[in-house]
């Protein structure tokens, strides 16, 4: 049987470029070369792709683009059934891939745009589709939808636009201090701030619009965060709830990638019927977002175990120690399983059975 080409997207217009990399390093690897054929396509920091054939090490250094091995320029035909197009010397010459597995991070790969290119060419998506992407990366629009399923979201006040100074401490007087001032579109805590006080406001607000047009202001939740990974489409299945410990701050981009002075407990410490709620409501923000193939849903668990909504990462990282692997390895799922699985039920060939083991778990 003719192996199935999958295509590995990498890389990416986005201050995570760097995660993606690392991302997709462990993915390729694990990808099992006996069942399928993996066409690697990286995106540099300016916005080329180009096909990559050289050595997978030099991928997470970021050396690939400068490698002998970084060959044509690649584009996406917007027209269903060519897939990839190879740009050599004048020629273009097709490239069929049965799917597409994008680990881009953040803006530009992970809010929608790049999934609507492949949609319109008729190529499959591992993740998430274009409309539940750019939904999840809306951090208003996803918790205005999320609060009609009746879950709890934190307050907040959004602005599509900068603000006069007026309008701003008008709207902020409705909430309590401490606040985040977040971009609306981005990821991995890229431009966010906590604030104690008013008067560090204004600077706050200048920052997140260096990331984005618009920012959404929150206030604090109090308790701790929590994720819970969910795979899948129709039948769903729900890894193990694991839990943030902050020493201070919040979860920043640096704490996320070092841990210096947080912790991830994996699994959570929390009870089996609270443990039970929150894969529950996992499961519940995942459908109505729309979400499809696999993400990882972040909530807040009160000190009275009340579950507020945070954010779904439709793309969430995926190095072998990641946290969305090692929710999945809780249930037993190891990491080249949860590969496989990913792209059996984005190509339709899922043995029911090898699912159906994970899905009563309690």
Same mark, same amino acid.
């Given at each position: 049987?003719?192996?199935?080409?999958?295509?590995?997207?990498?890389?990416g217009?986005? =201050?995570?470029?760097?995660?993606?990399?690392?991302?997709?390093?462990? &993915?390729? +690897?694990?990808?099992? @070369?006996?069942?399928?054929?993996?066409?690697?396509?990286?995106i540099?920091r300016?916005?080329? $792709?180009?096909?990559?054939?050289?050595?997978?090490?030099?991928?997470?250094?970021?050396? $690939?683009?400068?490698?002998?091995?970084?060959?044509?320029?690649? *584009?996406?035909?917007?027209? +269903?059934?060519?897939?990839?197009?190879?740009?050599?010397?004048?020629?273009?010459?097709? *490239?069929?891939?049965?799917?597409?597995?994008?680990?881009?991070?953040?803006?530009?790969?992970?809010?929608?745009?790049?999934?609507?290119?492949?949609?319109?060419?008729?190529?499959?998506?591992?993740?998430?589709?274009?409309?539940?992407?750019?939904?999840?990366?809306?951090?208003?629009?996803?918790?205005?939808?999320?609060?009609?399923?009746?879950?709890?979201?934190?307050?907040?006040?959004?602005?599509? +636009?900068? =603000?006069?100074?007026?309008?701003?401490?008008?709207?902020?007087?409705?909430?309590?201090?401490?606040?985040?001032v977040?971009? *609306?579109k981005?990821?991995?805590?890229?431009?966010?701030?906590?604030?104690?006080?008013?008067?560090?406001?204004?600077?706050?607000?200048?920052?997140?619009?260096?990331?984005?047009?618009?920012?959404?202001?929150?206030?604090? *939740?109090?308790?701790?965060?929590?994720?819970?990974?969910?795979?899948?489409?129709?039948?769903? &299945?729900?890894? @193990?709830?694991?839990?943030?410990?902050?020493?201070?701050?919040?979860?920043?981009?640096?704490?996320?990638?070092?841990?210096?002075?947080?912790?991830?407990?994996?699994?959570a +410490?929390?009870?089996?019927?609270?443990?039970? @709620?929150?894969?529950?409501?996992?499961?519940?923000?995942?459908r109505?977002?729309?979400c499809?193939?696999?993400? @990882?849903?972040?909530m807040?668990?009160?000190?009275?175990?009340?579950?507020?909504?945070?954010?779904?990462?439709?793309?969430?990282?995926?190095?072998?120690?990641?946290?969305?692997?090692?929710?999945?390895?809780?249930?037993?799922?190891?990491?080249?399983?949860?590969?496989?699985?990913? &792209?059996?039920?984005?190509?339709?060939?899922?043995? =029911?059975?090898?699912?159906?083991?994970?899905?009563?778990?309690?």
């Open positions: 049987m003719e192996k199935k080409k999958i295509a590995v997207i990498f890389g217009y986005s =201050p995570e470029y760097d995660v993606s990399l690392k991302s997709a390093y462990s &993915i390729i +690897r694990a990808i099992n @070369r006996a069942k399928y054929e993996v066409i690697l396509v990286g540099t300016q916005g080329q $792709w180009h096909i990559y054939t050289g050595e997978l090490d030099d991928i997470p250094v970021d050396k $690939w683009h400068t490698h002998a091995d970084c060959l044509n320029n690649v *584009v996406v035909a917007p027209s +269903r059934g060519q897939g990839l197009l190879e740009l050599e010397d004048g020629r273009v010459t097709p *490239v069929y891939v049965d799917a597409v597995f994008p680990i881009l991070h953040g803006k530009y790969g992970e809010d929608g745009t790049v999934q609507g290119m492949f949609e319109l060419s008729g190529i499959p998506v591992i993740g998430a589709g274009s409309a539940a992407s750019a939904l999840c990366m809306d951090k208003d629009r996803a918790h205005q939808l999320v609060s009609l399923a009746k879950i709890s979201v934190p307050k907040s006040v959004c602005f599509e +636009r900068a =603000p006069t100074v007026d309008e701003l401490f008008e709207s902020v007087g409705k909430l309590e201090l401490p606040m985040f977040k971009p *609306v981005a990821g991995s805590s890229f431009g966010i701030t906590k604030i104690e006080s008013l008067a560090d406001l204004a600077e706050a607000v200048k920052f997140a619009l260096t990331f984005d047009d618009a920012f959404i202001i929150e206030e604090n *939740v109090q308790g701790f965060e929590v994720g819970c990974a969910v795979v899948g489409n129709d039948d769903l &299945i729900t890894g @193990r709830i694991d839990e943030i410990e902050l020493s201070g701050g919040f979860f920043n981009y640096e704490e996320k990638y070092t841990l210096k002075t947080s912790k991830i407990h994996m699994p +410490r929390i009870d089996g019927d609270t443990e039970r @709620r929150l894969r529950e409501a996992a499961m519940t923000i995942y109505t977002l729309g499809r193939g696999y993400a @990882r849903v972040d807040f668990l009160t000190p009275e175990r009340e579950i507020v909504f945070n954010e779904v990462n439709t793309i969430p990282g995926f190095t072998d120690h990641s946290r969305f692997p090692n929710m999945m390895k809780g249930i037993g799922v190891q990491y080249p399983e949860l590969v496989d699985m990913l &792209i059996e039920n984005t190509l339709g060939i899922t043995d =029911p059975g090898s699912v159906g083991r994970f899905s009563k778990f309690e």
